[in-house]
């Protein structure tokens, strides 16, 4: 089934590594804790414990850096049996906070596509994550008037994103999500009869990584942003 682009009203803009770079600074942060843990382990053997740490702790707190937080000082004691000294546990801490303070790097292209789609379509955001924290970047971003709605979203699964196209009032054939994950940004869209720009950033969490199907139907992949003007 090919989009019926003429039929969009709405489009939704993931915000991290859509609107502007996250993960870049999540790959660092685990540079850093693997350094910190250096005495107790490999690094990758580090890697995966708090990978699985996360994976575990992500239906406790959510998505987002507090959450990343916890998980590496959860995981800095597990993997040096409790003897991670304080001082290191204050300078995991001191990691994430250096992650929320960091200045939002906007993608390249972003506010010239937003520029030119204002007007035309009502353009929101969907992310997912701290409310603080995506609220902060928004502000900081300098991006806000172009959107006329902000959702801050627990999950990114089919009932989400059909509750809040309920909630909206926005029919599903009218809607266009445009994102970088393929899992979370596109294929629960393409289930509830919506469709999707997937826009690929170079780096991928790995709970986000999700095979292709083999016959992509209801969204199209571009390389970068700039590329969805050809369609809209
Ligand atoms: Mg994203």
Do not use: C
């Amino acid at each position: 089934m090919e989009i019926a682009f003429k039929e969009i009203k709405v489009i939704g803009f993931d915000a991290d590594d859509t609107l502007w770079v996250n993960e870049t600074y999540f790959r660092e942060a685990e540079e850093q804790f693997a350094t910190l843990l250096e005495p107790y382990e490999t690094k990758n053997k580090i890697d995966q414990e708090l990978f699985k740490m996360e994976m575990k702790n992500l239906a406790l707190y959510g998505y987002g850096i507090k959450g990343f937080m916890l998980s590496m000082i959860e995981s800095a004691l597990e993997l040096s049996n409790n003897e991670i000294p304080q001082a290191t546990l204050l300078k995991l801490l001191d990691i994430g906070k250096q992650m929320i303070a960091h200045p939002v790097d906007i993608l390249e292209d972003v506010e010239a596509v937003l520029e030119q789609l204002k007007g035309k379509y009502r353009l929101i955001v969907l992310t997912k994550g701290d409310l603080l924290d995506q609220e902060r970047k928004l502000d900081r971003s300098n991006l806000s008037d172009y959107f006329h709605h902000v959702e801050v979203l627990s999950d990114k699964k089919e009932k989400n994103y059909k509750d809040l196209l309920e909630h909206l009032e926005i029919s599903p054939n009218e809607f266009l999500m445009i994102g970088n994950s393929l899992k979370s940004d596109v294929l629960p869209l393409v289930n509830i009869g919506a469709s999707a720009v997937h826009v690929p950033f170079h780096t991928t969490w790995k709970h986000e990584e999700v095979r292709a199907p083999k016959k992509n139907s209801g969204y199209i992949t571009v390389q970068k942003l700039t590329d969805v003007l050809a369609y809209l």
